[in-house]
């Protein structure tokens, strides 16, 4: 029986230890596998010239006093010391492939810098040359009659204008929520539409902030939303940032609640971009 | 060993998951101003006497009348929940109800209830509030205050004034005039003094225990301060010529009052036992119509030295003077609300009379009444609502509230009284 | 281990259902205040004095003294005194010189716009306005006490009955007459 208890007894230790084992090195892992996830910042690695030697003491005064004192740990000090040296060997060892990587990056580096160098320069020589051609126009312009040259100037001061207007509408296309979806596609969503949609949510929750309750300072206050593609909130809205004010927390998430169902597309790809959302308020306006 | 690739995964998805997407922002500006919708259900009274459970009136009313609430019809509602857990929330919801109040009156003993209430939130599905009072059967009004108190302190975060007073000149008998206090809606009035001579601008001192008034009784104006439990008074100033404008410092220390016995109407300040007159702004024109800002440092007032009446402040400590109202030939009457950020005061706009507030900060004004013979317009002590004197058909004056957000304007319930001279009584902790 | 997992989840349960409802209040009213004595206003006059060094007859038998003409009347805001008064004034103005126990009263008053005090400023602005009118015939303020009404006697009616311009007057009483 006791026989039988003693291998009870081993068993759970084995198995407790086994599973601390187990936990140290998944522990271990997350944290090997988390620092594996930052990208590498070159920048941090120390770069050795060479394997590290001692540094020489300069105190010529306190040598006589160490040199006694390593006589006598000289067998302890000699096992350290060669325990040390493998030790730093081996560091030495890995900065050297650390540092050659290292010197390989920057190796590339540098010569991606030179290209890009040299396309600013071959940029420069277009622009030096177009400069060049419309010296030239100008004197050509210059030799004709009064006539041509105030025909010419009013011609392209029109062209000019026409280039402004079109700069200008192309920048209102952009502010406009597209309606067509015919604006650019990024990353597989139709930003004219997503901002569209953002409109609708942020003028449907306006409508219900009931401003008075937040006093009459230039207050802010952020919430974080999941949706459901019906519209309605899954779960409550979170609030990120008080307003300081309960009584404005309170009617801002009452406004939030209130504004449900919210519009939504029902393209998933959309609502997949706005299922979860950061809602900033600015109650009484910003200065 | 599976067990332990299986931990493995789990960890690595996990963290692969944890990775955070970038969030879309929206930006909402501004808001609008509106009136929380709030369901105010009769209280069910349980050997207490019939009609007691109409308290859901008092609360009805004091909600209504701050501007800030809009309270619903409930008459052809059946639901009657005497818990939140009984409360059918998408019913609510759909009358558009954002809050709910119900309560129970309990008959203690001889002319003694309990009241207990709660507030529900109906977005929230919960009891947000709830209390107890115990009190007589003729202080039903009184607890409905209470109630509506504690409500609006949860929903707005500022102090509830239904608890508080008011005070009124009567005119009756076509020359008598009665100074009276009543609740601030109008209800439980009481005469404090009884006079064939005119009374005017009766004042609450800070702590509201006493009020000062001008009484002609002497056939020229005086000022008195009559102490309201007690009923005594004394003689605060009767110098030679005019004595009157009463107005309490912050600190209840000392008055600011208006002498002319230098011929013109000037401001003197006066300690409260009469003692110490100092003459504060020297002019030939007139200044009356003093005023504390809340800080004790400027006085606001009156003065006609841009031809017509305009409102002036006097800094206590520099005796610097500068000009506050620049729109309009004719402003009057200036009362500062207790945060200082707002003066209320009386314009004449197009010939009409109307309530005027004023940005101190922005120096916005804003018409608060459309006259055409609206006056003495003052402050309720959370400078949420006003209270005013208008004229009605005949040779009636009336005074009502109106919100300071102009949604809500109401008469007080003073029957067919000729009332004037309105004063806000301050918050009682 | 078992225990301990149960001890812990019910303290969170029990702090769960601490955070949402407020406490709960229950406290007596204030009982209701005693009644409040009703003050009486004190109206008695003091007795009149009677002298034959007040000329009495000169007061009621001189017509420009004579009360349905005691009432100056000013323009709206305003307390200029016009000329058309000035006749009357320095009759009142030669009665006092002639008479110095005699003591006179000026009354200012305006119609009911805007508000109480400063409508009392303005009626005693006008009432200031006859004074110095008298102190320009000689007269000593020791003899005149200014007082205002203010809109205290204003008609309410006026701008209906287009009688405004009569309650914007100073009104000359003598304290024996």
């Known amino acids: 029986m006791k026989f039988l208890k003693l291998e009870n007894n081993d068993e759970l230790q084995a198995n407790l230890f086994s599973f601390a084992i187990h936990l140290a090195l998944f522990l271990v892992m997350i944290f090997s596998v988390g620092w594996q996830t930052k990208t590498p910042y070159y920048g941090e690695v120390e770069l050795w010239d060479s394997v590290p030697v001692q540094k020489k003491i300069n105190k010529t005064q306190a040598t006589p006093k160490k040199k006694i004192k390593q006589k006598q740990n000289t067998k302890v000090q000699k096992s350290a010391e060669a325990k040390a040296k493998a030790k730093a060997q081996k560091e030495a060892d890995i900065k050297l492939k650390k540092k050659k990587a290292a010197e390989k990056r920057a190796a590339e580096k540098?010569?991606?810098?030179?290209?890009?160098?040299?396309?600013?320069?071959?940029?420069?020589?277009?622009?030096?040359?177009?400069?060049?051609?419309?010296?030239?126009?100008?004197?050509?312009?210059?030799?004709?009659?009064?006539?041509?040259?105030?025909?010419?100037?009013?011609?392209?001061?029109?062209?000019?204008?026409?280039?402004?207007?079109?700069?200008?509408?192309?920048?209102?296309?952009?502010?406009?929520?597209?309606?067509?979806?015919?604006?650019?596609?990024?990353?597989?969503?139709?930003?004219?539409?997503?901002?569209?949609?953002?409109?609708?949510?942020?003028?449907?929750?306006?409508?219900?902030?009931?401003?008075?309750?937040?006093?009459?300072?230039?207050?802010?206050?952020?919430?974080?939303?999941?949706?459901?593609?019906?519209?309605?909130?899954?779960?409550?809205?979170?609030?990120?940032?008080?307003?300081?004010i309960n009584s404005c927390d309170d009617a801002v998430e009452r406004a939030i609640i209130q504004s449900q169902p919210l519009p939504l597309p029902k393209d998933s790809g959309l609502f997949s971009k706005l299922k979860n959302l950061e809602l900033k308020f600015h109650p009484n306006g910003v200065e | 060993?599976?067990?332990?690739?299986?931990?493995?995964?789990?960890?690595?998805?996990?963290?692969?998951?944890?990775?955070?997407?970038?969030?879309?922002?929206?930006?909402?500006?501004?808001?609008?101003?509106?009136?929380?919708?709030?369901?105010?259900?009769?209280?069910?009274?349980?050997?207490?006497?019939?009609?007691?459970?109409?308290?859901?009136?008092?609360?009805?009313?004091?909600?209504?009348?701050?501007?800030?609430?809009?309270?619903?019809?409930?008459?052809?509602?059946?639901?009657?929940?005497?818990?939140?857990?009984?409360?059918?929330?998408?019913?609510?919801?759909?009358?558009?109800?954002?809050?709910?109040?119900?309560?129970?009156?309990?008959?203690?003993?001889?002319?003694?209830?309990?009241?207990?209430?709660?507030?529900?939130?109906?977005?929230?599905?919960?009891?947000?509030?709830?209390?107890?009072?115990?009190?007589?059967?003729?202080?039903?009004?009184?607890?409905?205050?209470?109630?509506?108190?504690?409500?609006?302190?949860?929903?707005?975060?500022?102090?509830?004034?239904?608890?508080?007073?008011?005070?009124?000149?009567?005119?009756?008998?076509?020359?008598?005039?009665?100074?009276?206090?009543?609740?601030?809606?109008?209800y439980n009035i009481t005469t404090l003094l009884d006079s064939k001579m005119p009374i005017i601008s009766p004042r609450w001192s800070p702590d509201g225990k006493k009020i000062a008034y001008v009484s002609f009784e002497k056939e020229k104006p005086v000022i008195y301060i009559q102490e309201i439990a007690t009923g005594k008074r004394k003689l605060l100033a009767n110098f030679k010529g005019n004595n009157s404008a009463p107005a309490w410092s912050p600190d209840g220390k000392r008055l600011a009052i208006v002498l002319t016995y230098s011929t013109n109407s000037q401001i003197y300040l006066?300690?409260?036992?009469?003692?110490?007159?100092?003459?504060?702004?020297?002019?030939?024109?007139?200044?009356?119509?003093?005023?504390?800002?809340?800080?004790?440092?400027?006085?606001?007032?009156?003065?006609?030295?841009?031809?017509?009446?305009?409102?002036?402040?006097?800094?206590?400590?520099?005796?610097?003077?500068?000009?506050?109202?620049?729109?309009?030939?004719?402003?009057?009457?200036?009362?500062?609300?207790?945060?200082?950020?707002?003066?209320?005061?009386?314009?004449?706009?197009?010939?009409?009379?109307?309530?005027?507030?004023?940005?101190?900060?922005?120096?916005?004004?804003?018409?608060?009444?459309?006259?055409?013979?609206?006056?003495?317009?003052?402050?309720?002590?959370?400078?949420?609502?006003?209270?005013?004197?208008?004229?009605?058909?005949?040779?009636?004056?009336?005074?009502?509230?109106?919100?300071?957000?102009?949604?809500?304007?109401?008469?007080?319930?003073?029957?067919?009284?000729?009332?004037?001279?309105?004063?806000?009584?301050?918050?009682?902790? | 281990m078992k225990k301990s997992i149960l001890l812990t989840a019910l303290l969170g349960a029990l702090l769960a259902g601490c955070a949402s409802t407020e406490l709960q209040e229950s406290q007596p009213l204030n009982p209701p205040q005693p009644e409040l004595q009703s003050m009486q206003a004190d109206d008695n006059q003091g007795t009149a004095y009677t002298s034959p060094d007040l000329n009495l007859q000169e007061l009621r038998g001189n017509p420009l003294l004579a009360k349905d003409k005691r009432g100056i009347y000013f323009d709206f805001n305003k307390y200029v005194v016009k000329q058309e008064y000035m006749e009357v004034i320095q009759a009142h103005a030669k009665y006092l010189n002639e008479t110095p126990a005699a003591n006179m009263k000026i009354q200012g008053n305006t119609d009911y716009r805007g508000s109480h005090e400063y409508n009392l400023s303005l009626g005693q602005k006008r009432a200031v306005a006859v004074k110095e009118a008298l102190n320009s015939f000689g007269v000593d303020d020791s003899q005149i006490e200014t007082v205002s009404y203010g809109k205290e006697y204003a008609n309410l009616d006026c701008v209906e009955q287009n009688s405004c311009g009569e309650d914007r007057r100073a009104d000359i009483v003598y304290t024996v007459e």
């Open chain 1, 110 to 244: 540098k010569a991606k810098k030179l290209k890009k160098q040299k396309a600013i320069k071959e940029l420069k020589k277009k622009v030096l040359k177009q400069e060049k051609i419309d010296k030239l126009k100008k004197e050509m312009l210059e030799k004709e009659k009064v006539e041509r040259l105030q025909q010419q100037i009013i011609e392209q001061q029109k062209i000019e204008k026409m280039q402004a207007e079109l700069r200008e509408s192309e920048l209102k296309q952009q502010k406009k929520p597209a309606l067509e979806g015919e604006n650019e596609v990024k990353g597989g969503v139709n930003t004219g539409e997503l901002n569209k949609y953002k409109l609708l949510i942020q003028q449907k929750i306006q409508q219900n902030v009931n401003q008075q309750l937040c006093g009459l300072d230039y207050i802010t206050l952020e919430f974080r939303i999941s949706l459901m593609p019906t519209g309605e909130l899954l779960g409550q809205p979170k609030m990120t940032k008080s307003s300081n």
């Open chain 2, 1 to 186: 060993m599976n067990k332990f690739l299986h931990i493995i995964f789990a960890g690595f998805l996990f963290f692969s998951s944890s990775v955070i997407h970038a969030l879309e922002v929206i930006e909402i500006l501004g808001g609008k101003a509106s009136q929380i919708p709030i369901a105010v259900m009769p209280f069910k009274s349980f050997g207490a006497q019939k009609d007691i459970g109409k308290i859901n009136s008092v609360i009805k009313g004091d909600l209504g009348r701050s501007g800030l609430f809009y309270p619903l019809d409930t008459r052809g509602v059946v639901a009657s929940p005497n818990s939140d857990k009984e409360v059918n929330f998408s019913q609510w919801k759909s009358l558009e109800a954002q809050f709910l109040i119900i309560g129970r009156i309990d008959f203690i003993q001889k002319e003694q209830i309990k009241v207990s209430w709660s507030l529900i939130d109906i977005y929230k599905q919960q009891t947000v509030l709830s209390g107890e009072y115990v009190g007589k059967n003729n202080q039903i009004r009184a607890i409905g205050h209470k109630v509506s108190d504690k409500v609006y302190e949860r929903l707005t975060g500022s102090k509830g004034v239904f608890h508080t007073k008011i005070a009124f000149v009567e005119k009756y008998n076509n020359q008598k005039f009665k100074l009276n206090i009543a609740d601030y809606d109008g």
């Open chain 2, 270 to 429: 006066i300690n409260t036992d009469g003692s110490d007159v100092k003459r504060l702004v020297r002019s030939r024109s007139i200044t009356t119509e003093p005023s504390w800002s809340p800080d004790g440092k400027e006085i606001y007032y009156t003065s006609n030295q841009g031809g017509g009446p305009q409102i002036y402040k006097f800094n206590l400590e520099s005796s610097e003077v500068s000009r506050v109202t620049f729109e309009g030939k004719y402003n009057l009457y200036p009362s500062l609300s207790y945060d200082g950020k707002l003066l209320l005061y009386l314009t004449q706009d197009q010939g009409k009379f109307k309530v005027a507030l004023q940005n101190l900060q922005s120096n916005q004004v804003l018409k608060l009444t459309k006259g055409p013979l609206d006056e003495a317009p003052v402050f309720a002590p959370n400078g949420h609502m006003v209270l005013f004197v208008y004229k009605n058909y005949g040779k009636t004056t009336k005074i009502g509230t109106v919100s300071i957000n102009g949604l809500k304007i109401d008469p007080l319930p003073l029957g067919s009284r000729q009332v004037q001279e309105p004063a806000w009584g301050p918050i009682k902790n």
